[in-house]
């Protein structure tokens, strides 16, 4: 192998950690420069520098903080096709090998309840008021609900606590790793613990 591209390893040893996929990663580093912060499943990405060709990223999960690192324009690039050399790096187990993974739609009218494994690109259509519940275990919550729509049809979306200042109503979004559940006889759509990830591809 060449020299390897440290920033390159680094993303994705992040990547392997928290189950994401590079190009979803990829997603949320220039959206985080674009809008300063987003969330990519569980991780909170905030950019704290920049210049032509670098970023300084602050990686966090649920407030805490993981890491501060200065991230290469190249390399983020190359989180979008993967160079065959560095697939080892993930080491992320095949979705195909998931047994609990269907088939799946790839437009929201042809959604149907336990559709899991969902990805797809939608506009939030409705942002819902914010409301405080509480957990099973007696944790305060907070959650909206979002209505997504790519032209075939709709769907609501739950957001949850430090995610919901992130979207806005006009904003489109990409969905990876989403479920299809019902609630009191309706569809709406979750994401999968960990796996799942809703990024803001343009603000509106």
């Known amino acids: 192998m060449r020299t390897q591209d440290r920033d390159l390893v680094y993303l994705l040893g992040l990547a392997r950690k ?17 809008r300063g912060k987003v ?34 324009g190249d390399s983020i690039t190359k989180l979008k096709r993967l160079p065959e050399e560095y697939s080892s790096f993930l080491g992320m187990r095949e979705e195909t090998a998931d047994s609990n ?11 149907k309840f336990g559709l899991r494994g969902l990805s797809f690109k939608a506009r939030v259509v ?50 990876e790793n989403a479920i299809v559940r019902s609630y009191r006889g309706k569809i709406q759509l979750a994401l999968r613990r960990k796996m799942g990830a809703l990024t803001v591809l343009k603000a509106a």
């Open 18 to 34: 928290h189950e994401l996929k590079p190009e979803i990663l990829h997603d949320s580093l220039l959206a985080a420069r674009k």
């Open 39 to 72: 969330r990519c499943g569980e991780i909170e990405i905030e950019v704290r520098a920049h210049d032509e060709r670098s970023t300084t990223y602050m990686f966090s999960v649920n407030g805490k903080t993981l890491a501060q690192a200065n991230i290469q």
């Open 101 to 111: 993974r269907v088939e799946v739609a790839s437009q929201i009218g042809g959604f």
């Open 126 to 175: 409705k942002k819902s008021d914010v409301r405080a519940v509480t957990s099973r275990d007696g944790t305060p919550l907070l959650v909206c609900d979002v209505t997504l729509s790519d032209g075939t049809g709709e769907i609501p979306l739950a957001v949850w606590n430090n995610q919901i200042s992130t979207i806005s109503e006009g904003d489109l979004v990409q969905i």
